[in-house]
């Protein structure tokens, strides 16, 4: 016996989808961008986030939603560049849901932002099959992790619009080639946008800064 | 709002603890040790392997089962080792159950081993919750994820009685202290053993797999 294929019938999560397009109309709405950032353990979502929030922190309103099992340490990160944070820990769920947003929503539901981030929980695999209600999607892949993990885990890369590769300042000391990574992120989304970024330099930030702020001009403007 | 905390009621699992009992039953009978592997996407399980089947295939019959959602990578490395190996490919599943290990089981109940390793598919999260009848549970994390990780994952850590740190030697190139990673180990698990290894330097590999044979010797001894 060489291969074992295990068929699971999908769950339509039919619920969760309808109060995801509830989220972001209410998001349309108020000209709130909403991104949902993707990644493993440690590939450095949190690290990308507090550069970007102290970029956009002068302009815009901002809030970071931090998914975690445990532990507020995430949020405590981002709180101290200055930018309003939530902690969601979800005790055992391997990745956020929209009735967890909309709980949090219906606290805040007074203020508005510009800018929204959500760091899912650390998991390449689950959070891949929930829509948040995000505008943007976001999969982060870390140079230690290896080229090869879009073709290991195609749902992450097949549902981002985006792929930012992050630590590109460890790739001397790695057998990672980004345009591996990239080609095998292209045969399961053409389209996927990729960004490289080391958030120890500060290479590649200000572009995906800006490409942020241009995405969410693009979302509300008016034909 | 600071934080939000969601209560997931937990699912006991009992079909699959029933099936990991019996499973851990049969090999019991068959002396055969079965190691259960554990980790984020990239934290180096199959490189650890590779190194552990080649240390142990002239004295031992070995056989890996590979979890994947997709592709038969995984298990083609390790038959170029010259060892046998399963592909289990899980569709989207975050994990892997014990009744896709008795599917194999059911397959290949003529044949006897003295190893078997079950590669986890790459996740920190769902695969803890889930016995699959292994006697020894072993998490791997590696110098790039970072030294708070247990903290932030611990149900793996708190269930693993063994703990790898990997990619030892890039410690000079990361801000990750082991003493800390085993320290914040010790805090879910105090009784954790903790292993140091690279497979590109080979460092800690002979120590990992003495300690292998001894926790089959152990496990199978007539007192």
Redesign the interface.
């Known amino acids: 016996?060489?291969?074992?294929?295990?068929?699971?019938k999908?769950d339509l999560l039919r619920a969760n989808d309808l109060l995801a397009r509830s989220l972001r109309e209410t998001w349309v709405r108020q000209e709130t961008f909403v991104v949902n950032l993707l990644s493993?353990?440690?590939s450095g979502k949190t690290s990308l986030l507090e550069g970007t929030v102290e970029s956009l922190r002068s302009s815009y309103r901002v809030l970071v939603l931090e998914g975690?099992?445990?532990?507020?340490?995430d949020?405590e990160r981002i709180r101290a560049r200055g930018v309003e944070a939530?902690?969601?820990?979800?005790?055992?769920?391997?990745h956020l849901e929209a009735h967890?947003i909309a709980?949090?929503w219906e606290?805040?539901k007074e203020k508005t932002y510009d800018f929204v981030f959500i760091e899912n929980?650390?998991?390449?695999?689950?959070p891949a099959?929930f829509d948040l209600g995000e505008h943007l999607r976001v999969v982060l892949l870390?140079v230690?992790?290896?080229d090869?993990?879009p073709?290991?885990?195609?749902?992450a890369f097949r549902t981002a619009q985006w792929m930012v590769l992050t630590?590109m300042d460890?790739l001397p000391?790695f057998d990672f080639d980004p345009d591996r990574a990239e080609a095998e992120a292209r045969k399961l989304r053409p389209d996927i946008r990729v960004f490289h970024t080391s958030s120890r330099t500060g290479e590649g930030l200000d572009g995906w800064v800006r490409a942020l702020i241009l995405a969410r001009e693009k979302t509300f403007s008016r034909s």
């Open positions: 016996m060489k291969h074992l294929h295990v068929d699971v999908q493993s353990p440690g975690d099992l445990e532990t507020d340490r949020a939530v902690q969601i820990t979800t005790g055992g769920t391997c967890m709980q949090v606290q805040i929980v650390g998991n390449l695999v689950c099959s870390s230690p992790e290896g090869d993990k073709a290991k885990y195609p749902k630590k460890l000391h």
